[in-house]
């Protein structure tokens, strides 16, 4: 259990770099686009920006392993949420187990006086 919360704040801290970064990148575009009155990266001209290329392609990477990380966070979510019901199951059959072990073995509680007096 320690390891998946050390992992799952690993997860959290990935993810918040990656916002930090992504919003970087945003106001940076953003402020590139008002410049030029320009809706798309596609408009800018490579004369005036020689690495947009290689931004392009950079951005696009960016894109396909967030998008693969995506899919595989989801497939670990569902592996995670059948395995907490598996855990709940198994709970459950521990507990109707012990009810019923109680029944037919009930606990004595107190003392018992035996009575030798004649």
């Not at 997860?11 to 770099?17: A, H, I, P, R, T």
């Not at 590139?32 to 690495?51: A, F, R, T």
């Not at 949420?81 to 855990?87: A, I, N, S």
């Not at 037919?104 to 509680?109: A, D, T, V, W």
């Amino acid at each position: 259990m320690e390891n998946l919360n050390r992992i799952m704040d690993e997860k959290d801290s990935l993810m918040k770099k990656i916002d930090e970064l992504d919003l970087s990148f945003i106001t940076i575009f953003s402020q590139i686009k008002k410049e030029h009155s320009i809706e798309g990266i596609d408009e800018l001209s490579l004369e005036e920006y020689p690495n947009l290329t290689k931004l392009k392609e950079v951005v696009k990477e960016v894109s396909s392993t967030l998008m693969t990380i995506s899919l595989m966070d989801d497939k670990n979510t569902g592996a995670m949420k059948e395995r907490l019901e598996q855990t709940k199951i198994e709970l459950r059959k521990l507990k109707e187990g012990k009810k019923a072990y109680k029944g037919y073995n009930p606990s004595m509680n107190g003392s018992m006086l035996i009575d030798e007096k004649k």
